[in-house]
């Protein structure tokens, strides 16, 4: 296109935003005065209770004579706190994904042989179909992963000789294969993204059936193929800690709203896929890393809480940063006083930046966690509590491990796969009504004009 055309059609884009603003302006008092819980939360700050669940708990504040009462977090799968199933973990040193998948799915801890023959059955599905990444990856790259993975998710359907049957036996088969598929697919579209937009060399590692999820993806993006077992545990604790997280995470409430319609897995965990990236929801990982690189780049001293305060205040004032205002890896919907799994991802990032010589970076992290929420009550005059979310300090640990930033928020989605795959199925299973909640329209009733008289 010319650049006068372009130019042309800048100024009508322009100018059809004008249109939009002037007819489309909602006052934020009429959300109060109808009662509208935005953001589907009660005047409380709580969630709007959507659904019942079997699957997870997330415990973030008490209720005390209708008043929340902030509280240190907790988070349990079917039942059992998840700093235990780490832990249980790292006792019997193995790997726990596959485990959790497997609880998450069926709602109890599997003995030695069904976790055997679960890990192999998921080995067995690892493999994309015939065709898939030559025409659905590789000759459609994008610069970004999550993108990728949604579109590849959709176009799994095709793939599927019976994509739409809606029975247990179908979900769970297509359940299985997808979270199986994902790592690799996302492997895969890192590798087409390296070569088509960077520049750099593509390489395709044949998968080992004996590995664990966590080594599968180490041995796809490590050129040399080469990793500790460390390291492979540590990436496993990573996708452990963000298997699930109850019914009314963003990604997750998408994956019900759209199985509560009867479409099939694909449409539902595509539409999961975009959710989470945004910069509200797993997108935040990579931002993290974005400020602190920006922050690193204007605080000269970073031992300095009066210079790192005031560059954060900057950034809540919209002054600095992205200009969305917000302190990446803070704040919670639910956690107050703590995040557990930012607590489990810290004192691993603690210990691998000693290792690797970056406490002076993972300091500069704690300082920024540590000063955040009064800079946070300070400049919002707000009494509500925050502290640092999972995605706080997940991109320096995946730093540290040499995992790439355009795979931070891809490594949440091939962990959060297991939680949207289950939730589909008791949605499917338990719930069965369409989800349809109500807008109420502020248009009055208006004389259709003809063409010829309006102005
Ligand atoms: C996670 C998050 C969406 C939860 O939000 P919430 O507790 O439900 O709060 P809301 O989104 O309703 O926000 C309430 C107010 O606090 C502000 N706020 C919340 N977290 C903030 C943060 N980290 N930095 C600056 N402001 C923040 C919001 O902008 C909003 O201000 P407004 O009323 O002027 O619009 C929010 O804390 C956030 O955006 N955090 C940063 C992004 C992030 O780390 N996301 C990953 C979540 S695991």
New binding site residues.
């Given amino acids: 296109m010319e650049e006068t055309q372009q130019n042309d059609q800048k100024m009508e884009f322009r100018a059809l935003c004008e249109e939009f603003r002037a007819n489309n302006q909602i006052p934020p008092e009429k959300f109060d005065l109808y009662q509208v819980k935005r953001?589907l939360?009660n005047p409380d700050?709580t969630g709007v209770m959507a659904g019942l669940t079997l699957i997870c708990n997330v415990h973030g504040y008490l209720i005390d004579d209708a008043e929340r009462i902030p509280d240190k977090g907790i988070l349990t799968y079917r039942g059992i706190n998840v700093e235990d199933i780490v832990e249980g973990c790292r006792r019997e040193n193995r790997f726990g994904f596959e485990e959790v998948a497997w609880l998450l799915l069926f709602g109890k801890q599997p003995t030695r042989s069904q976790l055997e023959g679960f890990s192999k059955l998921l080995n067995s599905c690892r493999e994309l179909p015939e065709y898939f990444a030559e025409d659905m990856i590789i000759k459609a790259p994008s610069r970004n992963i999550m993108n990728k993975l949604g579109r590849s998710v959709l176009a799994l359907y095709s793939y599927d000789d019976n994509p739409d049957d809606p029975s247990l036996e179908n979900n769970m088969r297509q359940a299985i294969q997808l979270i199986a598929r994902l790592p690799t697919i996302m492997t895969y579209a890192y590798q087409v993204k390296r070569r088509h937009f960077d520049r750099q060399s593509m390489f395709f590692h044949p998968l080992d059936p004996n590995h664990s999820t966590a080594e599968a993806i180490l041995n796809a993006i490590r050129p040399d193929r080469v990793f500790t077992d460390e390291e492979a545990k540590l990436l496993d604790l990573c996708m452990i800690l963000h298997a699930e997280h109850g019914g009314g995470?963003n990604s997750t409430f998408t994956t019900r709203v759209l199985s509560s319609t009867g479409t099939d897995i694909y449409s539902a965990i595509s539409a999961a896929i975009g959710s989470l990236k945004g910069?509200?929801?797993?997108?935040?990982?990579h931002?993290?890393m974005m400020m602190m690189d920006d922050l690193m780049g204007h605080v000269k001293n970073w031992e300095s809480d009066d210079e790192v305060g005031s560059y954060l205040e900057k950034?809540?004032r919209k002054e600095a940063g992205d200009r969305s205002?917000?302190?990446?890896?803070?704040?919670?919907?639910v956690y107050t006083l703590s995040?557990p799994r930012a607590v489990i991802l810290k004192e691993n990032a603690r210990k691998m930046a000693e290792e690797h010589g970056m406490l002076r970076k993972f300091e500069l992290f704690e300082r920024v966690e540590k000063l955040?929420p009064d800079v946070?009550a300070k400049v919002?005059n707000?009494r509500?509590v925050?502290s640092a979310?999972?995605?706080?300090y997940s991109g320096l640990v995946y730093e540290m491990l040499g995992i790439p930033s355009d795979l931070y928020t891809p490594m949440f989605a091939v962990s959060r796969i297991a939680g949207w795959c289950a939730h589909r199925i008791e949605e499917m299973e338990t719930c069965g009504r369409i989800m349809r909640p109500a807008y109420r329209s502020l248009t009055h009733e208006k004389q259709y004009i003809p063409i010829d008289e309006r102005e």
Avoid at 279 to 285: F, L, S, V, Y
Avoid at 327 to 333: K, Q
Avoid at 389 to 392: K, M
């Fill in positions: 953001g939360r700050g995470n910069p509200r929801h797993g997108g935040a990982n931002r993290v950034i809540v205002g917000l302190i990446y890896g803070m704040g919670h919907a995040d955040s946070f919002k707000d509500k925050i979310n999972v995605d706080f």
